[in-house]
């Protein structure tokens, strides 16, 4: 086979050429902003990959289940009570709208419009 050489140098540029896009998004992925977390010890209202996953359901469900069926409380899945309020249970906890919801959706540019109504928790200016 004299054009063994060939073949290989081909397969290797293809190979190359192909994962370029992969080599230059490695740098990135670490670049990725992190949102600022609460600092004391307190825990989410589920788990941190159900969070990061699910609140935007979690949050509609709140919302249902507070106007459409006038219930208060969430029971979590350790039994915890939680009242279902974005400003009054979200927010209380994660005291800032820009270092936390907005850094992660300005990555995935998504812009819930949910602060026309509710109201964000005040920045604390630098
Ligand atoms: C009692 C305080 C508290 C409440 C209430 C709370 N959180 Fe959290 N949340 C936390 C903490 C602490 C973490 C980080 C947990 C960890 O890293 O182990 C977190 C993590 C998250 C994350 C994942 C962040 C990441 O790094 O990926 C999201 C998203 C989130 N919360 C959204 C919400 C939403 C939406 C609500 C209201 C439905 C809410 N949280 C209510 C304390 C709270
Ligand atoms: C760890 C990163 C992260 C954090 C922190 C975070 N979000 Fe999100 N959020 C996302 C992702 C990812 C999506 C899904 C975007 C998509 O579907 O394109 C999303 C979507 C949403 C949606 C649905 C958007 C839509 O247009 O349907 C809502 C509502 C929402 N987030 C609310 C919040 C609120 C309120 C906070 C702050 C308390 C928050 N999020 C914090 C990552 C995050
Ligand atoms: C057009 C105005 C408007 C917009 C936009 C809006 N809401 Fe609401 N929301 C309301 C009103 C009014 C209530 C009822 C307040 C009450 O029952 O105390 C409410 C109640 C809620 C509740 C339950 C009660 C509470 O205190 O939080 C949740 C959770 C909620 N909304 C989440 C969201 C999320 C998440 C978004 C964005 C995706 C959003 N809302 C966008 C007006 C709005």
Redo the contacts with the bound molecule.
């Keep these: 086979m004299y054009n063994t050489g060939k073949v290989i140098v081909g397969i290797i540029v293809f190979i190359i050429f192909f994962t370029i896009p992969f080599w230059l998004n490695l740098g990135k992925v670490k670049a990725l902003p992190k949102?600022e977390?609460?600092k004391d010890e307190?825990?989410?209202?589920e788990d941190?990959d159900y969070?990061?996953a699910y609140?935007m359901q979690?949050?509609h469900e709140?919302r249902t289940r507070k106007i459409r069926k006038m219930q208060v409380y969430y029971m979590n899945h350790e039994g915890k009570l939680?009242i279902m309020s974005?400003q009054r249970?979200?927010m209380?906890?994660?005291t800032s709208k820009e270092k936390f919801c907005d850094r992660c959706h300005q990555v995935v540019v998504t812009h819930p419009d949910c602060w026309r109504c509710h109201i964000a928790p005040e920045e604390v200016k630098k």
Excluded: E, N, S
Excluded at 42 to 45: A, G, H, I, L, W
């Design positions: 949102p977390l609460p307190t825990k989410c209202v941190t969070m990061r609140h979690l949050l709140w939680y974005l249970t979200c209380k906890c994660h």
